[in-house]
């Protein structure tokens, strides 16, 4: 008998196999390529630990996050279960100076020892976990005393989510439904994060109304999440 969750993730890895080329196209874009280095930066810097910290990249895609945070003097390591997007991740950061390390794994459940990191960061990762709060609880345990949690998103489905990834299991994927970022916040907090906070990122809104969005997306004001092990 065929496993829901497991055939529904499936889906989900091969849509952002398919879309890798594309998706990190538009994140190379040379007109603001180097501003939203700049913008992400800043923001990374101020809300992680000092470096070199132990980070962990849960959803890493093409890995933009991981080696910008990497860039900032962080040993990272980024993990995703789409094969397309991690050969793009690795092909970039071949050519970085200090590489985050690319390996395939589950953001919901990732394989590393209890302890292992002094933070978790994800970028537009939230939406499309399948059972977010059995996520943040596994990050929880991977983060040693202090550590943060921190995720940038927003709520991209307002007029509904539709069947972007197929069939979607009783459950799956509920803050792809989510109307307010106070959603995203309280999974964070019963997933067991403590101090949860929440600051619009104008500076990003002010980029993408300068220069756009992904097709198929509209201009939406984006939050930095940041929640802390007890």
């Known amino acids: 008998m065929t496993d829901p969750t497991a055939s529904f993730q499936a889906s989900i890895n091969e849509y952002w196999t398919e879309?890798?080329?594309?998706?990190?196209?538009?994140?190379?874009?040379?007109?603001?390529?180097?501003?939203d280095v700049e913008v992400w930066g800043r923001i990374w810097s101020a809300a992680l630990p000092p470096a070199p910290a132990d980070v962990l990249d849960v959803g890493t895609g093409s890995?933009?996050?991981?080696?910008?945070?990497?860039?900032?003097?962080?040993?990272?390591?980024?993990?995703?279960?789409?094969?397309?997007?991690?050969?793009?991740?690795?092909?970039?950061?071949?050519?970085?100076?200090?590489?985050p390390r690319f390996l395939a794994g589950d953001a919901v459940a990732p394989d590393f020892p209890e302890g292992s990191f002094d933070a978790v960061v994800g970028r537009y990762v939230m939406w499309t976990l399948r059972d977010p709060e059995a996520a943040v609880a596994n990050w929880v345990?991977?983060?040693?005393?202090?550590?943060?949690v921190?995720?940038?998103?927003?709520?991209?489905?307002?007029?509904?989510?539709?069947?972007?990834?197929?069939?979607?299991?009783?459950?799956?994927?509920?803050?792809?439904?989510?109307?307010?970022?106070?959603?995203?916040?309280?999974?964070l907090r019963r997933g067991g994060l403590i101090d949860v906070?929440?600051?619009?990122?104008?500076d990003v809104l002010e980029l993408d109304r300068t220069h756009g969005v992904a097709p198929g997306h509209d201009v939406q004001l984006q939050h930095l999440l940041v929640g802390r092990r007890g």
Do not use: C, K
């Open 19 to 35: 879309r890798a080329p594309d998706y990190d196209a538009y994140q190379q874009r040379p007109e603001r390529r180097d501003l």
């Open 63 to 99: 890995g933009h996050v991981a080696r910008l945070v990497a860039s900032l003097g962080h040993r990272v390591t980024g993990i995703d279960l789409a094969d397309g997007m991690l050969e793009i991740a690795r092909e970039h950061a071949a050519r970085d100076a200090h590489p």
């Open 141 to 148: 345990r991977l983060l040693r005393p202090g550590g943060v």
């Open 150 to 187: 921190v995720m940038a998103d927003s709520t991209w489905f307002t007029d509904g989510f539709g069947n972007l990834y197929g069939d979607r299991p009783d459950g799956h994927l509920p803050l792809a439904d989510a109307r307010s970022i106070e959603e995203v916040a309280d999974a």
């Open 197 to 202: 906070t929440v600051t619009p990122l104008d």
